[in-house]
């Protein structure tokens, strides 16, 4: 069986997300999406509210898990026995700092490889700090963000906007 983990701390899950969920889920057997648990980070989303998002936003993929996790990823990799480990890629800027990972990943586990996937041209431009910063000012979120995710961070900057 061909499996990977899509890692990310999806906070929020934006539609740049959801597309890699789609395009690896078409080439892979069980596509585990990992929901990074950063003790060093605050999110604005806890890893359960998360989960729940991501498991309303993939719910009709029937291969796609969603799971969380903590720690290194190549030995949550190895404890689900995945060989592979999927990256989007927005810019020539995430290359380096994913290329970097990439090779760490593989220094630690030799086994296992990373795969990246160019994010879909008109989501390039997206990241979860872009779609947070534009919910905190009260700006549009269409085509970043599903409509749940839309309400749910509208409901968490309520009372708080800048």
């Known amino acids: 069986m061909n499996k990977a983990i899509y890692p990310g701390s ?7 997300h959801v597309d890699i969920i789609y395009r690896a889920s078409k080439i892979v057997d069980t ?7 950063n003790p060093s980070k605050t999110p604005l989303f806890t890893s359960k509210e998360r989960v ?3 498991k309303c ?7 796609v898990e969603i799971v969380c996790f903590s720690g290194l ?13 999927i990256r989007g890629l927005r810019a020539t800027s995430d290359f380096e700092y994913e290329f970097q990972m990439a090779l760490t990943n593989k220094q630690l586990s030799p086994d296992i490889e990373t795969l990246f996937i160019s994010a879909s041209v008109n989501l390039q431009f997206l990241s979860s700090s872009m779609v947070r910063e534009v919910a905190m000012y009260g700006g549009k979120l269409d085509g970043m963000v599903d409509e749940m995710i839309k309400k749910a961070l509208e409901d968490k900057f309520k009372g708080k906007r800048v």
Request: glycine share 8%; no cysteine; charged share 20%.
């Open 10 to 16: 999806f906070d929020p899950a934006t539609n740049g």
């Open 31 to 37: 596509l585990y999406v990992g929901v990074l648990e």
């Open 52 to 54: 729940e998002q991501l």
């Open 57 to 63: 936003l993939t719910e009709g993929i029937s291969n």
């Open 73 to 85: 990823l190549v030995d949550f990799a190895e404890k689900l026995n995945v060989k592979t480990i």
